[in-house]
């Protein structure tokens, strides 16, 4: 049957109408505060959603007169509160699945720190759980949170493990490993092994002989060669369960900032595509390209690609390592130990990485720097400036900077002026605030860390993140930490009172600006008409919550596309 042209504009348009017709909501919620997170953070009474999208915010009566219908599915928050999805702008995803999901968890957020042999009890009980010819594989020590302070594991601390199982662990932040004496003769890395490119470092003793210290994650490479890899329905049952319980914590998007890290670039583009093909994801996506995976000239996918569910959006660059781990860059040396002349590398040199950044940035990627040191910081922001010379709306390319940690206010000055939106590791306030303030740099640059105060007073953008698993996911947590900016060591103290901001400030870090930062404010983050309804009803409302007990606010229900997520 053939329909002319006019009746056939006529047809689709009726059918249009009808699939968003007044009258005819899947879902209205009242019956507590709406936090909407728009431009003005208003709340409103009630919210109607219809196939998957927002419908319509206001007043109850209203909302209910011209949405509700007989089949429509009414929820009575009952007092709870309705804000948006939360978006997490900076995770490991599939990092996290690996570490956490099929190795040794050693992390510790809590008191009392681990000491060098409760660690060491962990890994032999850990033990049990290695099949025959396996490894030892584990995540989440840290000497800046270990009693006494740095007490750092060596081959032979391993070796009271296993002489005869190779173990490899992975620094909390990741960007240090340690070995023992086993991995280091099945890895082939002798006294003799070179340094490997990208600022890795097989580390010494004075007496020339390897410790088991790995730093920056080249040195892993000929350990992980010899591992063996997690089978794909293992790898698959691990990522859904890290973004079911991302999901968990209120989190309905989310920015993988590592995709290649693990397996390289292919396979993990092929494994992502592989979950949202299947409807395996209950979160939403962002991918990150990692940029020492990817082959010269590497175009095998485009700027953009994908779709509101999973979007390949940036290349992610990694300038320096870790300020609890002494290794990011900085311009003046660390403060531990005492007298120390040692300050930090960058990765990279100015020159090389201006232009592996700008062949990926002419393409149309987003950029996005890991820069703690502010040295790494100044590298970063000179290589943005120059790409974006001559560009009368540098907002517009949304560059980003992860940790910005050790930082100068001119820092905050320049970013704002180039539209560079900083993503901070608020952890770093609350975790390892009193290592940084009482030994690893110092007072005067700990105050600075995580300048969100700053960049408010500036009229800048900035989010907060986890870094997960360097820390645990959890949005409503990192309001927490940077409302009052108090370190967890007892005495507690207030780091940088002047960085604090207000609830709402934070609020909007973990949401509508966080979205934008992933360039994805046209779809989620607020609660407006239009948009997609993803959801979360919390027990309580943040705004009305002490901050420091917003942390333990409980998340109740998570929704995507107007259902709510099965955590199950």
């Known amino acids: 049957m053939k ?10 348009m009726a059918q249009c109408a009808l699939a968003f017709a007044k009258g005819n909501a899947d879902t209205i919620f009242y019956g507590g505060p709406i936090v909407t997170v728009n431009a003005k953070n208003e709340e409103v009474q009630a919210l109607a959603v219809q196939n998957g999208k927002i419908v ?116 909390q932040s990741g960007h240090i490993g340690y070995v023992n004496h086993k991995a280091l003769e099945l890895a082939g890395v002798t006294n003799k092994t070179p340094n490997p490119a990208g600022g890795g470092i097989y580390v010494k003793d004075a007496k020339g002989q390897l410790t088991g210290k790995l730093v920056e994650p080249p040195t892993y490479l ?80 485009k700027p953009n690609e994908g779709d509101d569910k999973l979007r390949f959006i940036g290349i992610k660059y990694i300038t320096d390592g870790s300020t609890q781990g002494l290794t990011a860059a900085l311009n003046q040396p660390y403060s531990y130990p005492k007298d120390s002349k040692w300050s930090g590398s960058l990765n990279y040199k100015d020159a090389d990485i201006q232009a592996s950044m700008k062949s ?39 560059l980003r900077i992860e940790h910005f940690t050790v930082n100068r206010l001119d820092h905050v000055t320049k970013s704002v002026k180039l539209g560079v939106i900083p993503s901070f590791t608020i952890g770093h306030v609350n975790y ?10 110092g007072s005067e640059r700990a105050e600075r860390i995580d300048p969100a105060g700053d960049f408010k007073r500036a009229g800048g953008k900035f989010t907060l993140h986890s870094d997960s ?40 870090a973990i949401t509508i600006d966080a979205a934008y930062q992933i360039f994805a404010d046209n779809i989620v983050g607020s609660l407006e008409v239009g948009k997609q309804a993803d959801l979360v009803i919390l027990e309580k409302n943040p705004r009305k919550t002490p901050p420091a007990e917003i942390r333990n606010i409980k998340v109740k229900e998570t929704w995507v596309d107007g259902k709510q997520v099965s955590l199950k």
């Open 469 to 508: 698993p360097v820390s645990n996911v959890g949005p409503l947590n990192y309001v927490s930490e940077e409302v009052t900016r108090l370190w967890q060591l007892p005495p507690q103290k207030v780091l940088g009172p002047t960085q604090a901001v207000t609830v709402d400030d934070a609020m909007r």
């Open 56 to 171: 319509a915010v206001g007043t109850k009566d209203a909302v209910t007169k011209e949405w509700q219908a007989s089949n429509t599915k009414v929820i009575d928050l009952q007092g709870q509160t309705l804000m948006p999805g939360f978006v997490e702008p900076h995770v490991h995803i599939m990092v996290t699945a690996v570490f956490e999901g099929l190795g040794l968890n050693l992390s510790n957020f809590t008191l009392p720190y681990d000491t060098k042999e409760t660690l060491i009890q962990k890994m032999k009980a850990g033990l049990k759980n290695v099949p025959a010819g396996g490894w030892l594989f584990g995540f989440g020590v840290d000497p800046s949170r270990t009693s006494p302070f740095m007490a750092e594991l060596t081959a032979d601390d391993l070796d009271k493990v296993s002489t005869t199982v190779p173990i490899f662990i992975v620094n």
């Open 432 to 441: 390892w605030g009193a290592a940084f303030n009482d030994h690893i740099i």
């Open 3 to 12: 329909f002319a042209p006019k009746l056939l504009a006529t047809l689709l």
């Open 360 to 398: 990926y940035f002419d393409q149309g990627w987003q950029i996005s720097s890991h820069s703690n040191g502010d040295k790494a910081i100044d590298q970063a922001l000179n290589s943005y400036a120059k790409l974006l010379a001559g560009n009368p709306k540098p907002q517009e390319r949304r």
């Open 222 to 301: 000929p350990f992980m060669a010899k591992m063996p890899n997690p089978t794909e329905e293992q790898l698959f049952a691990a990522i859904q369960g890290t973004m079911k319980k991302m999901a968990s914590t209120g989190v309905t998007t989310a920015s993988e900032m590592s995709v290649g890290g693990n397996f390289g670039v292919d396979k993990e583009i092929a494994i992502y595509k592989a979950i949202f093909a299947k409807n395996a994801s209950p979160i939403r996506v962002r991918g990150y390209l990692f940029s020492e995976t990817l082959p010269p000239g590497y175009k095998a996918i």
